[in-house]
Nanobody, 121 residues
Framework: VQLQASGGGLVQAGGSLRLSCAAS????????MGWFRQAPGKEREFVAG????????TYSDSVKGRFTISRDNAKNTVYLQMNSLKPEDTAVYYC???????????????WGQGTLVTVSS
């Protein structure tokens, strides 16, 4: 599975962005998908995850209620809708694929390249 993230950019605090992660390969449907981020000088952290069917989602406490993860299996794409953005959301965002949503935060089989999100105050 190859993953291609896009949609990052510069936005003012309180604004919105939608990230996309397009996957190649017929096995996309079998993977749970997630978004992670890495801010300057910090470790990469989990942001959101979604099961292969889309029926189950999970979020970090820092984004819960503001971000929404979704997927379109017909388009082999996973999305991250980010609302009410804060300067502390500034980071490089990465998408990843994992066997199940239960292990997504610990084990990732594939990574996409990052897309930079910058939130100005």
């Amino acid at each position: 599975v190859q993953l291609q993230a896009s949609g990052g950019g510069l936005v003012q605090a309180g604004g919105s962005l939608r990230l996309s992660c397009a996957a190649s390969g017929r096995t996309f449907l079998t993977y749970a998908m997630g978004w992670f981020r890495q801010a300057p000088g910090k470790e990469r952290e989990f942001v959101a995850g979604i099961s292969w069917s889309g029926s189950s989602t999970t979020y970090s406490d820092s984004v819960k209620g503001r971000f929404t993860i979704s997927r379109d299996n017909a388009k082999n794409t996973v999305y991250l809708q980010m609302n009410s953005l804060k300067p502390e959301d500034t980071a490089v965002y990465y998408c990843a694929a994992s066997g199940t949503i239960e292990v997504l935060t610990t084990f990732q089989d594939y990574w996409g390249q990052g897309t930079l999100v910058t939130v100005s105050s």
